[in-house]
């Protein structure tokens, strides 16, 4: 079969959160580029805007809408109103997270200052506004018979990670085995639902922190291929997950790492 035809996702219908910067960013471009239509959701509209012009400017159909994941209601209006305007559901990557600070590596990050109000905003954020977006896409796909989720996890949902903090490493494994039960639940619908589990990509991530280089070098000694991945990278696995192409593919992790979680 032809690349075009295994990947086609031409005219279906894509919604990604965290879309104006990273990883977001990288997902909404290359559904845009192959041709789906993309709603870009994010707390930055300023962002998002530029983006929405570039591609636009590239020939692609994109939306935008001002979202932040943390207002569960407004998620759920969001995901149903696009849902409802274009009579589908086809994709939907549930990617928008935020940093815990460092890891147990420095003082700050060690178990016993881990700071209250910020352990429950990282749980909020990247768990419950991630069980939110696929709790509602779930229903669309269901009725549809048909979809694709996309869950961002880390390696460090899969392994234990210095330098991530500890709300963050606790999100991004729950959201694994979230993946789990509702692929489960799913998988009679023709919906499939995986998560990615990425090692480091250069993105705004913890306000830009692998832009300083001894951060950025921390995270490279411990990737076998010796980087920190463009968010290029990630669009191949990204589009093959909300394609055609992942058609048997359910209830899996993918790590995308350099090898990182191999040794
Ligand atoms: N960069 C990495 O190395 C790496 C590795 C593993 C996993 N991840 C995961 O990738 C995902 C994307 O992060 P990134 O690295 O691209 O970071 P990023 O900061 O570049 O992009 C995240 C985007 O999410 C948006 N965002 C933050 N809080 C939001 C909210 N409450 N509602 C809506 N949007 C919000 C930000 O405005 C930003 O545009 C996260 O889930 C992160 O945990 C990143």
Same mark, same amino acid.
């Given at each position: 079969?032809? +690349?075009?035809?295994?990947?086609?996702?031409?005219?279906?219908?894509? %919604?990604?959160?965290?879309?104006?910067?990273?990883?977001?960013?990288?997902?909404?471009?290359?559904?845009?580029?192959?041709?789906?239509?993309?709603?870009?959701?994010?707390?930055?509209?300023?962002?998002?805007?530029?983006?929405?012009?570039?591609?636009?400017?590239?020939?692609?159909?994109?939306?935008? $809408?001002?979202?932040?994941?943390?207002?569960?209601? +407004?998620?759920?209006?969001?995901?149903?109103?696009?849902?409802?305007?274009?009579?589908?559901?086809?994709?939907? %990557?549930?990617?928008?997270?935020?940093?815990?600070?460092?890891?147990?590596?420095?003082?700050?990050?060690? $178990?016993?200052?881990?700071?209250?109000?910020?352990?429950?905003?990282?749980?909020?954020?990247?768990?419950?506004?991630?069980?939110?977006?696929?709790?509602?896409?779930?229903?669309?796909?269901?009725?549809?018979?048909?979809?694709?989720?996309?869950?961002?996890?880390? $390696?460090?949902?899969?392994?234990?990670?210095?330098?991530?903090?500890?709300?963050?490493?606790?999100?991004?494994?729950?959201?694994?085995?979230?993946?789990?039960?509702?692929?489960?639940?799913?998988?009679? %619908?023709?919906?499939?639902?995986?998560?990615?589990?990425?090692?480091?990509?250069?993105?705004?991530?913890?306000?830009?922190?692998?832009?300083?280089?001894?951060?950025?070098? +921390?995270?490279?000694?411990?990737?076998?291929?010796?980087?920190?991945?463009?968010?290029?990278?990630?669009?191949?696995?990204?589009?093959?997950?909300?394609?055609?192409?992942?058609?048997?593919?359910?209830?899996?992790?993918?790590?995308?790492?350099?090898?990182?979680?191999?040794?």
């Amino acid at each position: 079969m032809k +690349a075009e035809q295994l990947f086609d996702v031409n005219g279906h219908v894509a %919604f990604v959160t965290g879309a104006a910067s990273g990883l977001g960013l990288a997902m909404a471009e290359v559904m845009a580029d192959n041709g789906a239509h993309v709603v870009m959701t994010d707390i930055n509209p300023d962002t998002l805007t530029e983006h929405r012009q570039r591609l636009a400017d590239g020939g692609g159909s994109v939306e935008t $809408i001002e979202l932040d994941v943390s207002d569960l209601a +407004a998620l759920r209006t969001a995901i149903d109103g696009v849902a409802a305007t274009h009579g589908r559901l086809d994709a939907i %990557f549930a990617n928008a997270g935020i940093s815990a600070g460092p890891g147990y590596q420095t003082d700050a990050g060690q $178990i016993n200052a881990v700071d209250q109000a910020k352990w429950d905003e990282v749980l909020h954020i990247n768990l419950s506004s991630v069980f939110t977006t696929i709790q509602t896409a779930a229903a669309h796909m269901k009725r549809q018979k048909s979809g694709r989720i996309v869950v961002t996890s880390s $390696i460090a949902g899969l392994k234990a990670e210095q330098m991530v903090g500890y709300a963050y490493a606790a999100t991004k494994a729950a959201v694994i085995n979230l993946v789990r039960q509702a692929a489960m639940e799913l998988a009679p %619908f023709n919906v499939s639902i995986n998560a990615i589990a990425p090692g480091p990509f250069y993105t705004n991530i913890g306000n830009g922190r692998l832009s300083d280089p001894a951060v950025a070098k +921390a995270f490279s000694d411990v990737v076998p291929m010796g980087r920190i991945a463009d968010t290029s990278e990630l669009q191949g696995l990204a589009l093959m997950l909300g394609s055609p192409a992942a058609s048997f593919i359910t209830g899996t992790v993918i790590p995308i790492d350099g090898g990182s979680t191999a040794g």
